[in-house]
Nanobody, 126 residues
Framework: QVHLVESGGGLVQTGGSLTLSCAAS????????MGWFRQAPGKEREFVAT????????YYADSVKGRFTISRDNAKSTLSLQMNNLEPEDTAVYSC???????????????????WGQGTQVTVSS
């Protein structure tokens, strides 16, 4: 099984940028579809982006498309999320997630992922 640890969160002003990282250990990253989710106070956890295992194809939530970029480095066992033009609505705890067996139709669902990191806080001030 894979162990995930996020880093890179922090406080940034509106319009600023942050890059989140997720370090994976315990297994080969290329076997996993890797995703980023976020949860704002009082709201449910929501899909942000994912990168499909083997092909690396990426998928994004409409709310972040064009501003966020997900990438993976299988050799370094690292998943990243480059976030540009941040908005106060992006404030949340961001978590990375992994699945070996997820099907394409389920990639936006929390229930599709069996492994989660502890999360990192991103706060965007207005």
């Amino acid at each position: 099984q894979v162990h995930l640890v996020e880093s890179g969160g922090g406080l940034v002003q509106t319009g600023g940028s942050l890059t989140l990282s997720c370090a994976a250990s315990g297994d080969t990253l290329s076997r996993y579809t890797m995703g980023w989710f976020r949860q704002a106070p009082g709201k449910e956890r929501e899909f942000v982006a994912t990168t499909w295992r083997n092909t690396g194809r990426t998928y994004y939530a409409d709310s972040v498309k064009g501003r966020f970029t997900i990438s993976r480095d299988n050799a370094k066992s690292t998943l990243s999320l480059q976030m540009n033009n941040l908005e106060p609505e992006d404030t949340a705890v961001y978590s990375c997630a992994a699945s070996q067996s997820i099907i394409l139709s389920n990639i936006r669902s929390v229930n599709g992922y069996g492994y989660w990191g502890q999360g990192t806080q991103v706060t965007v001030s207005s």
